[in-house]
Every structure is written in C-alpha cells, then in structure tokens.
C-alpha cells in the first residue's frame, strides 16, 4: 500500500527548531521528488520545500528560506524537514507529497503537481 506518514510536529516555543520526518512505504522513494507543504487554519495549503529525487536539487519558498533544510535517505526511506528560527506564523498541519520532479513556480513547489499525500503533522509556534 502506497504512503506517505509524517511525523515530528508539536508544540514549540518561537525560535526553536524541530525536525519533521516523512517515511515512505509501498513505493520506491528514490524515483520521486519530495515536497513539503502546509496548511494553516482558515488558508490554503501552501508549498514550502522540495527536494528531488536524488537530493542533488532543494528549493524553499521565500517565507522559510534560510530557516528550514530538507534532506533525505532514500536508504531509510525517510525526507526530512528541519525547520529553525521558526514563527508564530509557521503554526500549520505540515504535508509531504510526491511527484515525479520538483514543479515550482518561482522557488515555491506547486501543490497540484504533486500526489499521494500523507495525513499531515500538526505545528505549534507559541509562547
């Protein structure tokens, strides 16, 4: 059965870190590029990060860049989201979903390029 499952959000205080996790199963990861996107109460999901299939190519919305890293292990079937610095305004369900190539508009991945969405992980920003 094809997933995707994230997993590492909570609740954190502004300026912290956390590290989220998307595991793949059912599917070869290392076909796929990796897209990180969000969704925040009462706005549309946005995206935030992808990395390709090989991890040789990483792009970030303007929003995140220089505070969140993604990375992967296609051995461990695992991408990463580190996200630093991070905002009151980053309080969102954090997704991943797969495509074929990292499709961006600008820096920023294209949510309806991408499918096989996980069930989200929910960060917290606040003191």
């Known amino acids: 059965q094809l997933q995707l499952v994230e997993s590492g959000g909570g609740l954190v205080q502004p300026g912290g870190s956390l590290r989220l996790s998307c595991v793949a199963s059912?599917?070869?990861?290392?076909?796929?590029?990796i897209g990180w996107f969000r969704q925040a109460p009462g706005k549309e999901r946005e995206g935030v990060s992808c990395i390709s299939n090989n991890g040789a190519y990483t792009t970030y919305a303007d929003s995140v860049k220089g505070r969140f890293t993604t990375s992967r292990d296609n051995a461990k079937s695992t991408v990463y989201l580190q996200m630093n610095s991070l905002k009151p305004e980053d309080t969102a369900v954090y997704y991943c979903?797969?495509?074929?190539?990292?499709?961006?508009?600008?820096?920023?991945?294209?949510?309806?390029?991408?499918?096989?969405w996980g069930q989200g992980t929910q960060v917290t920003v606040s003191s």
């Open positions: 059912g599917f070869t990861l290392d076909y796929y590029a």
């Open positions: 979903a797969r495509s074929h190539l990292c499709t961006v508009v600008g820096d920023t991945p294209v949510r309806q390029a991408f499918g096989s």
